[in-house]
């Protein structure tokens, strides 16, 4: 029996602990204070701890005049409720700000830094576009220049040939024109050779004819 009684008298105290800490919140010290903290809810108890202006504590156990906390350092004890405020001190606050402060100076800096470098990347970057830009146009002007001249040497090609071929017609012709002339002057010489000859015939069989001719009167 006695066993049992111990028994739920621990649960019991158990139960009252965890469902205090369950129900814990945070408050703060008041400003411009230095709280004693004490073992028990008493000026006659001692005093464990000091809490100071903005420091942070966990509840406990609430009370009129005196609430147990929990400090940062894991100190417990009890204190003086009207010490107590639910939101941190205009001091806690401004330090808190200074510190937010700080860090958007930093980042600001950082930024700046960062937007200064970018600039002067960007101040590189549109002087090579500039000079890509030159170096388009001049290989755009060769291309062009290349272009015309090919167009040209195409031209030119198609007349050289078209001029090629007209010699060589020519030249054919010229050819034949030469073999028919040879034959035509081979063939006059023929006919003046034969025509000579003929003459020459003729000639001398008059002649022939006529010295017979005188022949026989005489031998009558």
């Not at 100071?52 to 409720?81: M, P, Q």
């Not at 010490?83 to 700000?97: D, F």
């Not at 015309?148 to 090609?157: D, I, P, Q, W």
Request: some cysteine; hydrophobic content about 40%; glycine content about 6%.
């Amino acid at each position: 029996m006695k066993m049992q009684l111990k028994r739920l008298v621990l649960i019991g105290i158990c139960l009252t602990f965890f469902s205090a800490a369950g129900f814990a919140e945070n408050m703060y010290i008041s400003d411009k204070l230095k709280v004693t903290v004490r073992r028990g809810a008493s000026t006659e108890y001692k005093i464990v701890a000091m809490a100071e202006s903005g420091d942070r504590v966990e509840i406990l156990e609430a009370g009129k005049e005196w609430t147990l906390v929990r400090l940062k350092n894991g100190v417990e004890g009890y204190l003086t409720t009207r010490y107590l405020v639910a939101n941190p001190t205009h001091a806690l606050r401004l330090a808190q700000l200074q510190v937010k402060q700080k860090a958007l100076t930093q980042q600001a800096a950082a930024l700046l830094e960062e937007n200064t470098k970018l600039r002067e990347e960007n101040k590189q970057l549109n002087s090579s576009l500039i000079g890509t830009e030159k170096s388009l146009k001049k290989l755009d002007a060769d291309y062009q220049e290349l272009k015309t001249g090919s167009a040209e040497f195409l031209t030119l090609k198609s007349k050289y040939k078209k001029v090629s071929e007209q010699l060589a017609e020519q030249s054919k012709k010229a050819d034949k024109l030469d073999k028919d002339l040879s034959k035509v002057e081979l063939n006059q010489y023929i006919k003046w050779f034969l025509a000579g000859s003929g003459v020459l015939l003729v000639g001398f069989i008059v002649g022939f004819s006529a010295r017979r001719g005188r022949r026989r009167p005489s031998l009558l």
